[in-house]
């Protein structure tokens, strides 16, 4: 059983910085997979933010690109989210995703995820 413990989310001014990590567990490291942060704020759908396989191939939401970096540490089976220059519609509950998939089977935020972290708020303030 996969499980997904997402933590470093805060309150930070806008232009600020915070990364997000998640750290997974019981998944089988030499299968392929796709993780992903995805965010919810209040009354609104879920958004998909960043997407990386396990061949380390990204993918982003426009609303992120050139702000937002995902990546990960195979050595800590650990995901992260670098997130630069903030903005106070960034604020939203983030949630790490997780789910075995070939590598010939693009990993975006399209597809649809198996095991979810527990959400880690952040807020930006004006």
């Known amino acids: 059983q996969v499980q997904l413990v997402a933590s470093g989310g805060g309150s930070v001014q806008a232009g600020g910085s915070l990364r997000l990590s998640c750290a997974a567990s019981g998944y089988y490291t030499y299968s392929g997979y796709c993780m992903g942060w995805f965010r919810q704020a209040p009354g609104k759908q879920r958004e998909g933010v960043a997407t990386?396989?396990?061949?380390?191939?990204?993918s982003y939401a426009d609303s992120v690109k050139g702000r937002f970096t995902i990546s990960k540490d195979n050595a800590k089976n650990t995901l992260y989210l670098q997130m630069n220059s903030l903005k106070p519609e960034d604020s939203a509950m983030y949630y790490c995703?997780?789910?075995?998939?070939?590598?010939?089977?693009?990993?975006?935020?399209?597809?649809?995820?198996?095991?979810w972290g527990q959400g880690t708020q952040v807020t930006v303030s004006s």
């Open positions: 990386i396989d396990s061949d380390g191939r990204t």
């Open positions: 995703a997780f789910k075995y998939s070939s590598l010939r089977i693009p990993c975006t935020v399209a597809v649809t995820f198996d095991y």
